[in-house]
């Protein structure tokens, strides 16, 4: 599995980004899949993850309520709509894929990675 964020830029706190993460390779729609995200200094941190058929979702304390996770298996797409924007939440923001079927907020527990994508939310 090959994955390509996108959808990162600059945006007012209050704001809203919704990211994009493109997805090639067959066992796509079998993947968990998940969000991670990586503030300069700090630790690459969880924030999301969905099940292979979006039953199910888990997300990190400060994301709830204002990050929503989705996907698209048909389009081979994960999204992660994230609203409220505070600058605390700017990050370099990352897609992975797991290859087993339970969500788990480890970055060793994912398989496969995308390059990044970087949002910045200015005061």
């Known amino acids: 599995v090959q994955l390509q964020a996108s959808g990162g830029g600059l945006v007012q706190a209050g704001g809203s980004l919704r990211l994009s993460c493109a997805a090639s390779g067959r066992t796509f729609s079998r993947n968990v899949m998940g969000w991670f995200r990586q503030a300069p200094g700090k630790e690459r941190e969880f924030i999301t993850g969905i099940s292979w058929n979006g039953g199910t979702t888990y997300y990190s304390e400060f994301a709830g309520g204002r990050f929503t996770i989705s996907r698209d298996n048909a389009k081979n797409m994960v999204y992660l709509q994230m609203n409220s924007l505070k600058p605390e939440d700017a990050a370099v923001y990352y897609c992975?894929?797991?290859?087993?079927?339970?969500?788990?907020?480890?970055?060793?527990?994912?398989?496969?990675w995308g390059q990044g994508t970087q949002v910045t939310v200015s005061s």
């Open positions: 992975a894929a797991r290859g087993a079927w339970d969500i788990v907020k480890v970055q060793s527990g994912y398989d496969y």
